[in-house]
């Protein structure tokens, strides 16, 4: 019964030590995302459908922030979207 009884506190422990240093780590190596990227992700339609000219919609909002793509890129979104795009990216919407 002892041997069941250390195994368990030493798993505890080890369970413990991990998770500390996970989260450790995860601050050491964090990755920052630019915000505008999220918000202007979080607008599109989300279809990848690569009428911008980019692969999916992570890579037109990447290129809208990085790359300065005019806001009517997105040709599925329509004028929502660019109206949109253009208010977070602080940009004329007829551009």
């Known amino acids: 019964m002892q041997i069941?009884?250390?195994t368990v506190i030493v798993s505890f422990v080890v369970a413990f030590v991990l998770g500390v240093l996970l989260g450790v780590f995860q601050k050491i190596f964090a990755v920052k995302v630019d915000e505008?990227?999220?918000?202007?992700?979080?607008?599109?339609?989300g279809i990848n459908?690569?009428?911008?000219?980019f692969?999916?919609?992570?890579?037109?909002a990447e290129a809208c922030v990085k790359s300065g793509v005019p806001a009517k890129g997105c040709?599925?979104?329509g004028a929502k979207v660019k109206e949109a795009i253009a208010q977070i990216?602080?940009?004329?919407?007829?551009a």
């Not at 459908?49 to 000219?53: I, K, L, V």
């Open 36 to 45: 505008r990227v999220v918000k202007i992700r979080e607008v599109l339609p």
């Open 55 to 60: 692969p999916g919609c992570d890579g037109f």
């Open 4 to 6: 069941i009884i250390s």
């Open 49 to 53: 459908c690569g009428g911008c000219g």
């Open 75 to 77: 040709v599925a979104g």
């Open 89 to 94: 990216m602080a940009q004329n919407a007829n």
